[in-house]
């Protein structure tokens, strides 16, 4: 393959669950390969991994992933026992806060935006200033799952209610090329390859499936809430799928509109959002994906975009 080294590149982040793990190998596919990342803008899971990468801890949050197992999710389950969303994230919020540390988004040394909803004045946030973990924890609040995010007078939720695919906080940069993925691509009844290492015994091909084990958990711990608990998780299921169905329709929309130079497709049915367990292969599946698009794209060609004005960071919303 040729390759363009030494480009610079604003990469944009889609939110779509557990499936943003596929941005990890992306990253690290254009770094190895002389592409250098000096803008990121994310939504959701976008958000979370990008902004990871911006502080400069990727390696460490991809060796944390990377050993989870099924089970391990119910370490991070903080019940929030209220109306506003299943889970707080506090839990999983204070992990990568120990992993990272606290960070200003100002001082990090790769410009970096989350995106957010603001449900009070229904419009999209970004947020480029300030605590990392604040704009990462509002922009992964999807709604019904986690609790809303309280910030600056603000109740913020998940960015990929509006905008799963955020490109327009890159208009302005300074870079060479804007690289999109999306993670809410078309279908292609994409199977990523079995892991490598074999499953845990209770995990195997009778196993009754995180929800089922979550209901066991919630039962052991007590009385009645075993019972919300697993028609929480009803709704839970329900919601999640909603949602990604109006992310689906809404990155369609977001590229007609705005194209990217480079897009890297990541099908809906790689994964299912909440199977963290499979970073590994969404990691090496994020490798195939962004060699074969950056192959596509230097093949057919064409005249690099000509640089971008980069805005000032701060509290921004569109228009």
Same mark, same amino acid.
């Given at each position: 393959?040729?390759?363009?080294? #030494?480009?610079?590149?604003?990469?944009?982040?889609?939110?779509?669950?557990?499936?943003?793990?596929?941005?990890?190998?992306?990253?690290?596919?254009?770094?190895? %390969? #002389?592409?250098?990342?000096?803008?990121?803008?994310?939504?959701?899971?976008?958000?979370?991994?990008?902004?990871? %990468?911006?502080?400069?801890?990727?390696?460490?949050?991809? %060796?944390?992933?990377?050993?989870?197992?099924?089970?391990?999710?119910?370490?991070?389950?903080?019940?929030?026992?209220?109306?506003?969303?299943?889970?707080?994230?506090?839990?999983?919020?204070?992990?990568?806060?120990?992993?990272?540390?606290?960070?200003?988004?100002?001082?990090?040394?790769?410009?970096?935006?989350?995106?957010?909803?603001?449900?009070?004045?229904?419009?999209?946030?970004?947020?480029?200033?300030?605590?990392?973990?604040?704009?990462?924890?509002?922009?992964?609040?999807?709604?019904?799952?986690?609790?809303?995010?309280?910030?600056?007078?603000?109740?913020?939720?998940?960015?990929?209610?509006?905008?799963?695919?955020?490109i327009a906080p890159t208009f302005r940069d300074l870079t060479d090329l804007t690289v999109a993925v999306n993670l809410n691509a078309e279908t292609a009844r994409t199977q990523v390859a079995a892991a490598s290492e074999p499953a845990e015994p209770e995990e195997n091909d009778n196993d009754q499936g995180l929800h089922a084990r979550i209901r066991q958990f919630l039962e052991a711990i007590g009385g009645e809430f075993g019972d919300v608990g697993a028609q929480r998780l009803g709704v839970f299921e329900l919601t999640t799928?909603?949602?990604?169905?109006?992310?689906?329709?809404?990155?369609?929309?977001?590229?007609?509109?705005?194209?990217?130079?480079?897009?890297?497709?990541?099908?809906?049915?790689?994964?299912?959002?909440?199977?963290?367990?499979?970073?590994?292969?969404?990691?090496?599946?994020? %490798?195939?994906?962004?060699?074969?698009?950056?192959?596509?794209?230097?093949?057919? #060609?064409?005249?690099?975009?000509?640089?971008?004005?980069?805005?000032?960071? #701060?509290?921004?919303?569109?228009?």
């Amino acid at each position: 393959m040729h390759k363009r080294r #030494g480009k610079t590149v604003s990469l944009v982040l889609g939110s779509g669950g557990a499936r943003g793990l596929a941005h990890i190998g992306i990253i690290e596919w254009l770094s190895a %390969h #002389g592409y250098q990342i000096e803008s990121i803008s994310g939504a959701s899971m976008g958000a979370l991994v990008g902004g990871i %990468h911006a502080a400069g801890e990727l390696d460490a949050y991809k %060796h944390w992933v990377c050993a989870l197992r099924r089970s391990d999710v119910l370490r991070f389950l903080d019940f929030a026992f209220s109306g506003e969303g299943l889970l707080k994230g506090d839990r999983i919020m204070d992990t990568l806060r120990a992993m990272v540390g606290e960070r200003a988004i100002e001082d990090l040394p790769i410009t970096f935006t989350a995106v957010a909803t603001d449900v009070a004045r229904q419009r999209e946030i970004w947020l480029a200033r300030g605590p990392l973990f604040d704009a990462i924890r509002a922009s992964i609040a999807v709604p019904g799952v986690f609790t809303p995010h309280d910030y600056q007078g603000m109740t913020l939720v998940d960015g990929g209610l509006l905008n799963p695919v955020p490109i327009a906080p890159t208009f302005r940069d300074l870079t060479d090329l804007t690289v999109a993925v999306n993670l809410n691509a078309e279908t292609a009844r994409t199977q990523v390859a079995a892991a490598s290492e074999p499953a845990e015994p209770e995990e195997n091909d009778n196993d009754q499936g995180l929800h089922a084990r979550i209901r066991q958990f919630l039962e052991a711990i007590g009385g009645e809430f075993g019972d919300v608990g697993a028609q929480r998780l009803g709704v839970f299921e329900l919601t999640t799928r909603a949602f990604e169905t109006m992310q689906n329709a809404i990155a369609a929309m977001k590229l007609a509109a705005y194209r990217p130079d480079v897009l890297i497709d990541v099908p809906r049915d790689t994964c299912a959002s909440h199977e963290f367990y499979r970073a590994a292969e969404l990691i090496e599946l994020g %490798h195939r994906l962004a060699e074969a698009a950056m192959e596509r794209a230097t093949t057919d #060609g064409g005249p690099l975009p000509e640089g971008r004005q980069r805005p000032a960071g #701060g509290l921004r919303e569109p228009g």
